[in-house]
């Protein structure tokens, strides 16, 4: 675990080992028959890899090109470290508290629990569920949108959303049935694998289009009211933390969750960092909110955003369960499969079907929404939780202990409860400390910027009527399916014979 400076502890220094309770295995942080930490970094990659990598051009040219490109691999640093202490507290919580041992619903509130107390458990618990189920009803309305774009574009039917919707949901339900990741582990790693295809067809798309649109590459100047909200943009694509303690609560040895997150933001890093660049070098000033739009050959680009369909779907799979299981611990259902699990996990799909055809326009609201979730999530709270955790892990080294489960998580309590803030950052290792403090300040910055950018385009969006009160007044029919970006030097070049301007640079 995490180092601590050497203290003077006024506490017995007689080491005697905790041992397990007797539902436990031998070595009571392994669990027989979890999934292995190769296994566990693919579902890691397959919940991040998603639609966020489409949006990496313009955040890099909006960030001034060289240092986007810095950033994209500073992100994966952060991420990854804050990835290894959240694991490293849910390993501290299974070895001095046994209970969590065995299979638990809610284990980042759990984690916040024991750091902070019972408002902590309230407070990530109500964040969590609340901007997670956000992001599927986001993720749905996305769906939704680009099969009806894709049946019209591939077999010229006009397919309207509103039931859109209801085909989207009705094929996710089924397997929102399933317990927990380690059930489902196979969708998860088509949804990933759906991704890297996406990637790499519009990797040949940009390769096509590099010498036919002849552009000339140039680095723009940094604005930095355009910046600030891409910073936000380029870092929310690397989060995904809200999920990660309940995959690694399904590994068969919980304390390799660092090597599955090391693998898996190499993976992603090595899928975000070419789009970055060649998307730049390609389009440059032509580059487009989504790099899908630049693509100019338009089997490519309507092959790739199917693909991201797919995993947008198989996203809201994976998403979705840590808010199932919360809701089914709350109600104190059984674990094993049943007449409870089935009416409460189609309940919510069916309130998801409510949602996503009263708000078609639903990601402005979730813009608010998701800077709070991803920036406490995945930066917040994991460096919060672990310097209060990690000193626990030092001082009950030194606290003498019987062996049984009641005995060992009374001393974890009592010792916990004697540690203050102050004590966390004197008694914590300088080369810890500063990471966390710096990931911490960069966090709220992030979060507060996420904020004030999406109030500012949620002023002025107009809303869609619901698709049940369309009879009042339609909606307006678009003229272009998935609209192609011009290119070259002076914005006039395509392939299909009409495009339109990005108008995000000056030219």
């Not at 470290?81 to 041992?101: A, C, D, E, H």
């Not at 590099?210 to 989060?239: Q, W």
């Not at 975000?272 to 389009?283: E, Q, S, V």
Request: charged share 15%.
């Amino acid at each position: 675990m995490g180092e601590v400076k050497s203290r003077k502890s006024t506490m017995s220094t007689k080491k005697t080992p905790t041992t397990t309770s007797t539902d436990a295995p031998p070595n009571f942080l392994e669990k027989p028959g979890g999934m292995g930490w190769v296994l566990t970094a693919l579902l890691l990659a397959g919940e991040l890899a998603g639609a966020g990598v489409i949006s990496l051009p313009m955040a890099v040219r909006s960030l001034g090109f060289y240092f986007g490109l810095l950033l994209i691999i500073l992100s994966a640093c952060m991420c990854v470290y804050t990835s290894v202490i959240l694991g490293r507290s849910w390993v501290i919580l299974q070895k001095y508290w046994p209970k969590y041992r065995r299979h638990c619903r809610d284990p980042y509130a759990q984690i916040g629990y024991k750091a902070y107390g019972a408002w902590m458990k309230t407070t990530v618990a109500l964040i969590l569920n609340l901007g997670t189920y956000g992001s599927v009803i986001i993720l749905v309305v996305i769906c939704s949108k680009n099969m009806s774009d894709a049946i019209k574009q591939f077999w010229q039917y006009d397919f309207d959303y509103c039931f859109s919707v209801i085909c989207i949901v009705g094929i996710i339900t089924p397997f929102c049935l399933f317990k927990s990741p380690q059930d489902f582990w196979w969708i998860i790693v088509a949804g990933m694998l759906c991704t890297f295809v996406a990637v790499f067809l519009a990797l040949g798309g940009i390769a096509h289009d590099i010498p036919y649109c002849k552009d000339t590459f140039s680095v723009p100047a940094m604005e930095y009211n355009r910046a600030f909200g891409h910073v936000g943009n380029l870092l929310l694509a690397f989060a995904g933390h809200f999920c990660y303690p309940t995959i690694q609560n399904d590994m068969r040895q919980p304390t390799k969750f660092g090597y599955s997150a090391a693998l898996a933001y190499s993976m992603i890093t090595m899928l975000y960092f070419p789009i970055a660049l060649f998307g730049n070098i390609a389009y440059n000033d032509n580059v487009s909110v989504s790099v899908i739009n630049n693509l100019q050959i338009v089997w490519i680009q309507q092959s790739a955003n199917l693909l991201i369909t797919f995993h947008c779907m198989i996203a809201c799979i994976l998403v979705m369960n840590p808010v199932n299981q919360t809701i089914e611990e709350y109600l104190n259902f059984p674990h094993n499969f049943g007449p409870h699990r089935i009416c409460v996990r189609v309940g919510m799909m069916i309130l998801t079907v409510c949602l996503a055809e009263t708000f078609p326009e639903f990601g402005p609201l979730m813009g608010i929404a998701g800077g709070i979730l991803v920036c406490t999530t995945s930066f917040l709270f994991p460096a919060m939780f672990y310097l209060k955790l990690n000193i626990l892990e030092y001082r009950m080294s030194t606290v003498q202990t019987e062996e049984s489960e009641d005995s060992t998580s009374t001393a974890s309590d009592d010792v916990l409860k004697k540690i203050t803030i102050a004590e966390t950052l004197k008694e914590t290792k300088w080369y810890h400390t500063g990471p966390i403090l710096l990931i911490f300040v960069i966090g709220c910055f992030v979060m507060v910027t996420a904020t004030i950018f999406a109030s500012k385009d949620l002023a002025t969006v107009s809303f869609k009527m619901p698709c049940y009160l369309r009879w009042i007044k339609d909606w307006e029919k678009p003229k272009n399916i998935t609209p192609i970006t011009c290119c070259g030097k002076y914005s006039n070049i395509t392939l299909d014979g009409r495009c339109i301007k990005s108008n995000l640079f000056d030219h």
